[in-house]
């Protein structure tokens, strides 16, 4: 059983930046592609990145590639999520998630994928 805690959310203007970190725990973190989705108010759960197994192979969303970028430490098992140039349409909660498969670019941004759920942070960028 895998446990994800998400941190790292908050209150930021319009083109600031923020980090979101997801620390994962009883498991074997290695063995785990991990994504990162969001959820706006009345919205559906949309897919941000994904990132593979090892790190080499990473996807993002259209709306956010160019300014967002997934990585992983293996040693600290953690995901993070670098969060540049921030829009008011980026305002969500966002969650980590942990899927025990290999990575693929079909399978990483469909949430059914994912068995494992953090609770989520929440990011909110004012205009």
């Known amino acids: 059983q895998v446990q994800l805690v998400e941190s790292g959310g908050g209150l930021v203007q319009a083109g600031g930046s923020l980090r979101l970190s997801c620390a994962a725990s009883g498991g074997t973190f290695s063995r785990y592609t991990m994504g990162w989705f969001r959820q706006a108010p009345g919205t559906e759960r949309e897919f941000v990145a994904g990132?593979?197994?090892?790190?080499?192979?990473?996807l993002y969303a259209y709306s956010v590639k160019g300014r967002f970028t997934v990585s992983r430490d293996g040693a600290q098992n953690t995901v993070y999520l670098q969060m540049n140039s921030l829009k008011p349409e980026d305002t969500a909660v966002y969650y980590c998630?942990?899927?025990?498969?290999?990575?693929?670019?079909?399978?990483?941004?469909?949430?059914?994928?994912?068995?494992?759920w953090g609770q989520g942070t929440q990011v909110t960028v004012s205009s």
């Open positions: 990132i593979s197994r090892g790190g080499g192979n990473t």
């Open positions: 998630a942990a899927a025990q498969r290999l990575f693929t670019t079909v399978q990483a941004p469909d949430p059914s994928t994912y068995t494992y």
